[in-house]
């Protein structure tokens, strides 16, 4: 994973270029926008760095991404790892979801561990079973900051 990792930072480097480029087969992906549509499948871990990352199809292992906003609206069945201005999940993530990010909006359903550094997050209604397994992990400190419902920030 941290090979992954650096791999999507050294992306993030690179200058951006006008339409999605892909390396390895589809696994690695970069431009000013990085789209997986409606109806396309990942097979495997994919790593995007984009001004724009936006997953709406689906994503068969992790998702590493780096860019000025990513947008999780299909499903990814493994963990998302993203550096990025805003992050959002409104679509199915099956693992854990790690995200140093500006804002963070997450309303789709994270199946394991949320872990989001930043300055603002808004998270939908969960219920209560939810809310004790995204918390278990965190602090006493900062769990109650997770329980604010979407309309509000909690940071």
């Given amino acids: 994973m ?3 990792a650096f ?3 050294a992306l993030a480097t690179l ?3 006008a339409v999605q480029q892909s390396e390895l087969g589809g696994k690695v992906r970069s431009g000013q926008e990085v789209t997986v ?7 495997g871990d994919l790593i995007a760095s984009a001004g724009r990352v936006r997953i709406d199809g689906r994503v068969d292992g ?7 906003e990513v947008t999780v ?4 069945t493994g963990d998302v790892m ?3 201005g805003s992050t959002t999940i409104s679509g199915q993530v099956g693992g854990d979801v790690r995200a140093g990010t500006g804002q963070a909006r997450i309303e789709g359903q994270v199946g394991e561990d949320l872990d989001a550094g930043g300055q603002h997050h808004f998270l939908r209604e969960r219920t209560t079973s939810e809310m004790s397994r995204m918390c278990s992990g965190l602090e006493p400190q900062h769990a109650p900051t997770m ?3 979407a309309s509000r920030s909690a940071g």
């Fill in 2 to 4: 941290k090979a992954i």
């Fill in 7 to 9: 791999l999507a930072v």
């Fill in 15 to 17: 200058p951006a270029a």
């Fill in 37 to 43: 549509p409606s109806g396309e499948t990942v097979q």
């Fill in 62 to 68: 992790d998702l590493v991404a780096s860019g000025g």
């Fill in 73 to 76: 609206a299909g499903t990814v």
């Fill in 82 to 84: 993203v550096g990025a």
């Fill in 147 to 149: 329980l604010h419902p």
